[in-house]
């Protein structure tokens, strides 16, 4: 069965510094993956899918990600924090020939000035 | 119009009262689901919709019962509702193929007395 697995419940980083949020899968099929992020009392936003094709994907707000197979890693990276980043990132994937997403349990990131 | 909308924002209701919500978009997305959300925590699917069809019923208790009038309406009726009730109830949307990425309303904030 799919799982997710994100690595670090909170994350703190300075501003202008790395993100990294991790995400791990398990899958015995090739795993659609998306990323959302969701500001406090709203809904959630999606940052970024996988689904076939090119391996690095872009998303908004200057987020990537690298879908490595042989990791069986999906994990979320920008290159400079801004202080509107906080927020908690959820990483997803489809449980198999349904409609049923899999969620991994969020993690939470803090921006410092 | 790539959004979707949910009405009320906020929901105060006693144990014994009848209330819904409501989720609208306007993308042509033939799937609409329903989530339950808790502080901090991954949505938790509760039903999905596809062409109208009820599809999935994670075994929610039958003091929720979902509507689908027509591809773009999703109603969620609430009645006899426990303080454990009370959370943040998302609807999202997503195109009628599988495994496509969701999009998701604001929410609702439900508070039950």
């Known amino acids: 069965a799919q799982s997710v697995t994100q690595l670090g419940s909170h994350v703190s980083v300075s501003e202008g510094a790395l993100v990294l949020l991790r995400c791990n899968y398990s899958s015995s099929v090739p795993p659609y993956l998306f990323w959302y992020v969701q500001y406090p009392n709203q809904g959630l936003q999606l940052l970024l899918k996988?689904?076939?094709?090119a391996t690095l994907v872009k998303g908004i707000n200057g987020f990537e990600a690298e879908f490595k197979k042989s990791e069986t890693s999906f994990h979320l990276t920008k290159p400079s924090a801004h202080m509107s980043d906080a927020a908690e990132y959820f990483c997803a994937t489809y449980a198999g020939n349904n409609r049923k997403l899999i969620w991994g349990l969020g993690t939470s990131l803090a921006v410092n000035p | 119009d790539t959004e979707v909308t949910q009405t009320p924002k906020h929901l105060v209701m006693g144990m014994t009262n009848k209330k819904s919500l409501k989720c609208e978009q306007h993308m042509g997305h033939r799937a609409m689901y329903w989530y339950k959300q808790k502080a901090k925590k991954p949505p938790e699917l509760m039903f999905v919709y596809s062409y109208e069809k009820l599809s999935i019923n994670e075994s929610v208790p039958s003091r929720f019962s979902p509507e689908c009038p027509n591809s773009s309406l999703l109603n969620l009726h609430l009645h006899a509702l426990q303080p454990e009730d009370s959370a943040l109830y998302l609807c999202?949307?997503?195109?009628?193929?599988?495994?496509?990425?969701?999009?998701f309303g604001p929410g609702t904030r439900l508070t039950v007395l």
């Open positions: 996988y689904t076939t094709g």
């Open positions: 999202a949307s997503s195109q009628g193929t599988l495994h496509n990425e969701q999009f």
